[in-house]
């Protein structure tokens, strides 16, 4: 055991285990994974479109919440669920969310490998929350201690599951106009890439998780055989 008593694991077995917990919540994967690409889509295309930071905040709402839903769907399918019934986890996600993810795109813009490194010590942070009910400086703390040592095979599970948004920017670069509707194919299939990677994070965040919860490890044997 190594990083506050997490299995040994390595960057296969975290991508092994996140395609695992996909398939404990299909539907839910694909209801917000299309909820996020296609209206976007719809907006880039209509006249006048592009970028409106309006729709943009919406978009984050819906993918916060979505996070939630679908991680504590996952959580009570894989056997990870402790927190039912402790009240305020809603209230202690969005904060985290908002701070962890404000806190890891200022060290991504300052310098990348400082943002990577948060990102990956802050991984499961939010199923945390969702599965323990703590607090956010708790989560924050508890994923901090649970992933040491283990930041580099972490952060590239999230550079394989983040090319999506990587093509998808580089759809962006070559194919779309600088000012006025979008071609559809293109702002379509740049949107469910980039969407697909947002929503596989939300995985990889429970996959990596469940290396740590070992009081359901016979359950997690019993799921994942």
């Known amino acids: 055991m190594k990083g506050g008593g997490m299995?040994?694991?390595d960057t296969g077995m975290i991508l092994r285990r996140t395609g695992e917990m996909v398939r404990l919540a299909p539907r839910a994967t694909l209801i917000?994974?299309?909820?996020?690409?296609?209206?976007?889509?719809?907006?880039?295309v209509l006249p006048g479109g592009g970028g409106d930071a309006r729709f943009a905040f919406v978009g984050g709402i819906v993918s916060i919440f979505g996070q939630f839903i679908v991680s504590g769907r996952v959580a009570r399918r894989a056997g990870l669920m402790q927190a039912d019934d402790v009240p305020g986890r809603a209230g202690s996600y969005a904060l985290l969310s908002i701070v962890s993810g404000l806190a890891i795109l200022l060290g991504i813009f300052l310098l990348v490998l400082p943002g990577l490194y948060l990102l990956a010590r802050w991984s499961i942070a939010v199923p945390i929350v969702i599965?323990?009910?703590?607090?956010?400086g708790a989560a924050l703390g508890a994923s901090w201690t649970r992933t040491r040592g283990r930041a580099v095979p972490i952060c590239l599970a999230f550079l394989v599951v983040g090319t999506g948004l990587?093509?998808?920017?580089?759809?962006?670069?070559?194919?779309?106009?600088?000012?006025?509707?979008?071609?559809?194919?293109p702002a379509l299939a740049s949107n469910l890439l980039a969407?697909?990677?947002?929503?596989?994070?939300?995985?990889?965040?429970?996959?990596?998780?469940?290396?740590?919860?070992?009081?359901?490890?016979?359950?997690l044997e019993q799921i994942f055989a």
């Open 195 to 219: 969407y697909a990677s947002t929503v596989l994070t939300w995985f990889l965040a429970m996959a990596i998780y469940s290396f740590s919860a070992r009081e359901a490890a016979p359950q």
């Open 166 to 185: 990587v093509v998808s920017a580089v759809l962006d670069l070559f194919l779309m106009p600088e000012y006025g509707p979008a071609p559809l194919v």
């Open 7 to 9: 299995e040994e694991y």
């Open 32 to 44: 917000f994974w299309l909820a996020l690409a296609l209206p976007t889509t719809a907006l880039a």
């Open 131 to 136: 599965a323990e009910g703590k607090g956010m």
